[in-house]
């Protein structure tokens, strides 16, 4: 979590500072980053940098998160749009997040480099524990007449299976550099498995 001073910055500082560590981090890998580059290319102290955030890492998930929120506010249109339908719902997710032009080359390096702690801030778009409000919020309006669910807590354990078949088509697209299509045909082929379900 940044530190108040970077909460306290004048926008056009802030986002000068974001757009700086999203450029790296578009660049490189988390770990390959450089908080050197970071403040060359916002334009200031190195030490300035310490003032905003504990280390690279916390500049990092902070970009994460911000997108997932923006994402997540994305998911939950698309719900609404096909009526709480957790399938057709995740369909386009899944195209929006493949063809994502303005973080394509941060969402590569984050997905082609995964670990747990990144794996739960993309996860957390859509399922999380059922206390919390994020999924109070996203279980309101999925249309569970469509799952073999008993509860919320099993409706939980949906979202993780269709979340994780989700990550790992993106990460799979983002390694063979697929194309769009080939890509999009192979999740479907996934996702209308879970829908028709494994067993006969």
Do not use: C, W
């Not at 004048?10 to 560590?21: G, Y």
């Not at 580059?37 to 890492?57: C, L």
């Not at 670990?115 to 309006?141: A, L, P, Q």
Request: proline share 2%.
């Amino acid at each position: 979590m940044p530190k108040l001073t970077f909460f306290n910055l004048p926008e056009i500082k802030k986002q000068t500072l974001i757009n700086a560590a999203k450029q790296e981090f578009s660049r490189v890998p988390l770990f390959d980053a450089s908080i050197a580059n970071i403040v060359k290319a916002a334009g200031i102290p190195r030490g300035s940098f310490y003032q905003y955030f504990e280390d690279k890492e916390d500049a990092f998930f902070y970009l994460l998160n911000e997108h997932s929120k923006s994402k997540k506010q994305q998911f939950i249109f698309f719900l609404n749009k096909y009526d709480g339908d957790i399938f057709n719902t995740m369909a386009e997710f899944y195209q929006l997040m493949i063809k994502d032009e303005e973080d394509l080359n941060f969402l590569k390096n984050a997905f082609l480099n995964m670990t747990h702690k990144i794996e739960r801030s993309f996860e957390k778009m859509v399922s999380d524990n059922e206390s919390s409000g994020n999924f109070k919020e996203i279980s309101s309006i999925i249309d569970k007449e469509q799952l073999n669910i008993t509860n919320d807590g099993e409706l939980v354990h949906v979202l993780q299976i269709i979340m994780a078949v989700t990550l790992r088509n993106i990460v799979d697209n983002f390694a063979k550099d697929l194309p769009y299509e080939v890509a999009v045909k192979n999740y479907m082929i996934e996702i209308n498995l879970l829908k028709k379900g494994l067993s006969k």
